[in-house]
């Protein structure tokens, strides 16, 4: 299987958790995968992490377990929320939540946050990516949109660029970073705007 992921943002992630001597277990929530994208995960399979993965949406799950299957590859993605992550205390060395997390309400954000410091071991390092305020989609979700029937959220929620740093109080912050995209995608000009933390968790 010699897929390349394209979420280039993990590639620095997996990056300094290589450079730890951690055992190699990562979590991943919102693993599902979209169109014919293989689950983010592969990345790390590809290096030799044991991978686990929580995805609450029916669709993403079975493009993510049909991947799997088709391929042979065992990255153990299953439904689950990361409002309430079904691992015990300190089971992971790394942790991410990639692209996923701001389709929740800032409320239910907070709770994620605390969930994915819950299972992280210390010394153990998570990434998370937030949509900044300079990204322009402010359009609500519609009503049959998974995010609003799933999660009951009405938008994306947007982060100015120091409000999410409250979330990573117990952690020391490695990287943070605010990435402003401009592309064309399929025909059109899109702006997108992130902004990064990997964050390792002190005790
Ligand atoms: C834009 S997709 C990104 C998926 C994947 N991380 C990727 O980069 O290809 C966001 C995913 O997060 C999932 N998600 C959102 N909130 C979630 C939650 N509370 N628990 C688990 N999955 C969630 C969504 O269902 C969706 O599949």
Same mark, same amino acid.
């Given at each position: +299987?010699?897929?390349?992921?394209? @979420?280039?943002?993990?590639? &620095?992630?997996?990056?300094?958790?290589?450079?730890?001597?951690?055992?190699?277990?990562?979590?991943?929530?919102?693993?599902? $995968?979209? %169109?014919?994208?293989?689950?983010?995960?592969?990345?790390?399979?590809?290096?030799?992490?044991?991978?686990?993965?929580? #995805?609450?949406?029916? &669709?993403?799950?079975?493009?993510?377990?049909?991947?799997?299957?088709?391929?042979?590859?065992?990255?153990?993605?299953?439904?689950?929320? +990361?409002?309430?992550?079904?691992? @015990?205390?300190?089971?992971? $060395?790394?942790?991410?939540?990639?692209?996923?997390?701001?389709? +929740?309400?800032?409320?239910?954000?907070?709770?994620?946050?605390? &969930?994915?410091?819950?299972?992280?071991?210390?010394?153990?390092?998570?990434?998370?990516?937030?949509?900044?305020?300079?990204?322009?989609?402010?359009?609500?979700?519609?009503? *049959?949109?998974?995010?609003?029937?799933?999660?009951?959220?009405?938008?994306?929620?947007?982060?100015?660029?120091? &409000?999410? *740093?409250?979330?990573?109080?117990?952690? *020391?912050?490695?990287?943070?970073?605010?990435?402003?995209? #401009?592309?064309?995608?399929? %025909?059109?000009?899109?702006?997108?705007?992130?902004?990064?933390?990997? @964050?390792?968790?002190?005790?």
């Amino acid at each position: +299987m010699d897929e390349i992921i394209w @979420a280039t943002p993990l590639y &620095e992630f997996l990056r300094q958790c290589s450079l730890t001597s951690l055992d190699r277990t990562v979590l991943d929530c919102g693993a599902g $995968s979209h %169109g014919d994208r293989p689950p983010p995960l592969l990345l790390f399979y590809q290096q030799g992490y044991a991978t686990y993965g929580i #995805e609450i949406n029916d &669709e993403p799950l079975l493009h993510a377990k049909k991947f799997c299957a088709d391929n042979g590859i065992p990255l153990n993605i299953f439904r689950g929320d +990361m409002r309430r992550i079904p691992f @015990a205390d300190r089971t992971f $060395s790394f942790v991410y939540s990639y692209n996923a997390i701001f389709f +929740m309400t800032k409320t239910d954000v907070a709770v994620a946050m605390h &969930e994915i410091k819950r299972v992280l071991r210390p010394k153990g390092l998570c990434f998370v990516n937030f949509l900044s305020v300079d990204d322009p989609d402010r359009r609500p979700f519609r009503k *049959d949109n998974s995010a609003s029937r799933l999660l009951g959220s009405r938008r994306f929620s947007r982060f100015r660029d120091g &409000e999410a *740093d409250i979330y990573f109080r117990g952690f *020391d912050i490695l990287l943070k970073e605010k990435r402003i995209i #401009e592309k064309l995608y399929e %025909g059109r000009r899109l702006k997108q705007a992130y902004i990064d933390y990997i @964050a390792r968790r002190r005790r």
